[in-house]
């Protein structure tokens, strides 16, 4: 595709639900990652896949949040048991070894 | 650990004068430096980035960044603001052995005036 696509734009899930979020990179980038925006604030990196690597995942706040990635393509991030504190907008973004990262427009995720 | 630091919440500037966001960052080695835009109801975009050689860099939309070792800023600039250009810009430097896991700054928000 033209860009990173990300899907649902928005989400409204209730405490204690899991929800799924998922990235569509551009094509031919292998390196994915995963971060959150919280309001008002700045991107807190959570994960991040780079070909057939084993991913980083050292920025996933708790072991309620993990995420896949199936070869160079769609990754999906899920959040078990879902938190109020987890409200914030997930952003995804991939880039080519040594290339810029290019982002998607973000999952808005609200827990009531 | 590398880190960044935007010392500015807002930035408020007039239109048609220059404006200067600031980045200052701590890093091990020679740093990779990074400025993303991020305007409203819309994904974060790249801007610029300092990897070596010239320590002016050009990037989009008439934003440059000077680069300066001795002071370790990054500040981004532009001579001549557009009220186009409000927005939330990023600062940002990769993770010590990434060259894209990025950490980002705070954020700063410019908001030019009419």
């Known amino acids: 595709g033209a860009g990173v696509s990300q899907s649902p734009s928005n989400k409204v899930t209730e405490k204690g639900k899991d929800v799924e979020l998922r990235c569509d990179p551009i094509?031919?980038?292998?390196?994915l990652y995963w971060y959150r925006q919280r309001l008002g604030q700045g991107l807190e990196f959570l994960i991040y896949?780079?070909?057939?690597?084993?991913?980083?995942k050292s920025g996933l706040p708790s072991d309620r949040f993990s995420a896949e990635r199936t070869g160079e393509s769609v990754s999906t991030l899920t959040i078990q048991r879902t938190q109020q504190e987890d409200s914030a907008v997930y952003l995804c973004?991939?880039?080519?070894?040594?290339?810029?990262?290019?982002f998607g427009q973000g999952t808005r995720l609200t827990v009531v | 650990a590398q880190s960044v630091a935007q010392p500015e919440d807002q930035v408020n500037v007039a239109e048609g004068n220059p404006l200067t966001v600031k980045c200052t960052y701590s890093?091990?080695?020679?740093?990779?430096l990074f400025w993303y835009v991020q305007y409203p109801n819309r994904g974060l975009q790249f801007l610029l980035k300092?990897?070596?050689?010239?320590?002016l860099v050009k990037g989009s939309y008439g934003f440059e960044a000077e680069f300066n070792k001795s002071q370790t800023s990054f500040h981004l600039k532009k001579p001549s603001a557009l009220v186009s250009d409000s927005a939330l810009y990023f600062c940002?430097?990769?993770?010590?052995?990434?060259?894209?896991?990025?950490?980002f700054g705070a954020g700063t928000r410019l908001a030019v005036h009419p």
């Open positions: 973004a991939s880039s080519r070894v040594g290339g810029e990262a290019f």
């Open positions: 094509s031919g980038h292998t390196a």
């Open positions: 896949f780079q070909g057939n690597s084993a991913p980083d």
């Open positions: 890093v091990s080695g020679n740093p990779y």
């Open positions: 300092y990897i070596t050689g010239d320590n």
């Open positions: 940002a430097v990769p993770f010590s052995g990434g060259y894209n896991k990025l950490i």
